[in-house]
């Protein structure tokens, strides 16, 4: 047994015209999109978000391993060597968060890797006189002595970022 077209079309209501279902589509048409806007425009807020926290870590970081920079061409002035630890740098005083470590191989070098709690696997370094060998190679440029470079660090390497 088949069914007729009044059994396979679904019931009408009596107040349902043509213009009545197109106005009804095309609200749901209109809601459809505000939907998509509003998810897309609250996905990108919270990209955007991230990022600028990103941005605001990499500067408190580039700007204490700047503070970092000054005092130890201070104490070299004052000693003729670097200053192989903070203490040693009494103005420096580090944000909350932040940890610096300074590594010394000879009395004309050093260099500072600067790390927060917030952002793991992500590091700040700045160098004086010889250049870590452990930086990527564009890294290492003499143009790059005393500029803090953050990277974020990848099973294969490093990805360094640039301030803004």
Not at 31 to 59: C, E, K
Not at 70 to 76: F, I, L, P, S
Not at 147 to 163: E, M, N, Q
């Amino acid at each position: 047994m088949t069914a007729g077209p009044a059994e396979r079309a679904p019931a009408r209501k009596a107040n349902e015209t043509p213009a009545r279902r197109r106005r009804i589509s095309t609200l749901h048409g209109v809601l459809a999109v505000i939907g998509v806007v509003l998810i897309g425009g609250f996905v990108i807020a919270i990209r955007y978000h991230s990022g600028s926290d990103r941005r605001r870590y990499d500067d408190m970081l580039r700007a204490t391993l700047d503070k970092i920079v000054t005092a130890q061409e201070g104490y070299y002035y004052d000693s003729m060597r670097y200053a192989g630890s903070l203490p040693a740098l009494p103005t420096v005083q580090l944000p909350a968060g932040v940890h610096v470590q300074l590594i010394n191989p000879d009395r004309r070098s050093w260099w500072g890797v600067a790390t927060h709690d917030r952002v793991p696997g992500h590091r700040c370094v700045v160098w004086v006189g010889t250049a870590p060998t452990t930086l990527p190679v564009e890294a290492r440029v003499p143009e790059n002595e005393t500029k803090p470079l953050c990277f974020d660090d990848t099973g294969t390497g490093a990805r360094a970022t640039r301030p803004s």
